[in-house]
């Protein structure tokens, strides 16, 4: 064991032992946005990486999964894994029908791979803006993997932060597939959530129909509180943000634990009070049915009951 990569100095590993939430989530509940990393020694992470997490498999996924009530995941292909799938299919296949995933591929992804990843339960590819992160890929790249999955209706998620979409708009505009946006295209949460940058970013969600993941408070927040020690009214910066998105599109938004947490600097959130914050941002019990049911339902299981 003592090839294994060191973590990144200063790493957070997620939260052991998190609360049981008061908010009973409704039956069929989906975690639309959580990661597994590796076990190393298992699924090796990727040389390429930017950073090196702590161990985050399956078993314990499977296992916050059953502690807070949710009943299926989408797993996100996470970044130190590069485009080496294994561990997130491995965690799809292990599932049984109660995950499904969403890869990260290279222009030169063969239309039998795709199928394989298809088959196995994939049903998108992640397409990351944020430079600290990844090495971003030219934009024709990432046209010729839009092209590749367009046969399978695959859909596009997309990572990025507020600050480039106006560089990035058009882009977005021209890809042939439905898109996806991971926390609400980062916000910066000291701004009016009715100013300029924020309302941009609500018009291009409405011009394009895209879907939105309302998650990641604790990712976002500038003043907090944490969700911590029992705190069930975290991240009230981050709240009027996500309100609005599950107020204008409440048939297109999306929420997800974003466990393991990656690259947290300040603090590891509780998931149990990350579950607790969902009323604040979906104050009723319709709204967090379509957030949590109807609509991850409806993009990830077509046609399957709850």
């Known amino acids: 064991m003592s090839d ?27 975690d639309a946005h959580c990661h597994v990393f590796g076990p190393q020694a298992e699924f090796p992470f990727a040389p390429e990486r930017k950073y090196t997490p702590c161990d985050g498999g399956k078993e314990d996924l499977f296992a916050l999964r059953d502690h807070l009530g949710v009943s299926r995941n989408v797993i996100v292909q996470a970044t130190c894994h590069g485009a080496d799938n294994s561990a997130m299919v491995d965690a799809v296949r292990a599932a049984g029908g109660r995950a499904r995933g969403i890869a990260t591929v290279r222009p030169g992804v063969t239309d039998a791979e795709l199928r394989e990843l298809d088959e196995a339960g994939v049903r998108g590819v992640r397409f990351n803006f944020v430079r600290r992160l990844v090495d971003t890929s030219p934009e024709e790249d990432l046209r010729a993997i839009a092209a590749k999955i367009a046969p399978l209706g695959w859909h596009i998620v997309l990572y990025f932060e507020a600050a480039d979409l106006p560089d990035l708009e058009d882009f977005f505009s021209s890809l042939p597939a439905s898109l996806v946006i991971d926390h609400m295209g980062r916000p910066d949460v000291t701004r009016p959530v009715d100013g300029p940058e924020f309302s941009r970013f609500l018009r291009f969600v409405d011009r394009t129909g895209a879907w939105v993941k309302v998650t990641c408070p604790e990712r976002l927040t500038v003043t907090g509180p944490a969700a911590l020690n029992g705190e069930r009214n975290a991240y009230t910066d981050v709240v009027p943000f996500g309100r609005r998105a599950v107020e204008e599109f409440p048939d297109r938004v999306l929420w997800g634990t974003d466990w393991p947490h990656p690259n947290l600097k300040d603090h590891m959130p509780d998931d149990g009070l990350l579950v607790d914050h969902i009323p604040h941002i979906a104050p009723t019990a319709e709204q967090r049915h379509k957030l949590l049911v109807a609509n991850p339902m409806s993009l990830y299981w077509p046609g399957e009951a709850v």
Request: charged letters at 20%; proline letters at 19%.
């Open 4 to 30: 294994l990569a060191p973590k990144t100095p200063g790493w957070l590993d997620w939260y052991a032992g998190p609360s049981v939430p008061d908010l009973r989530l409704p039956d069929g509940a989906v």
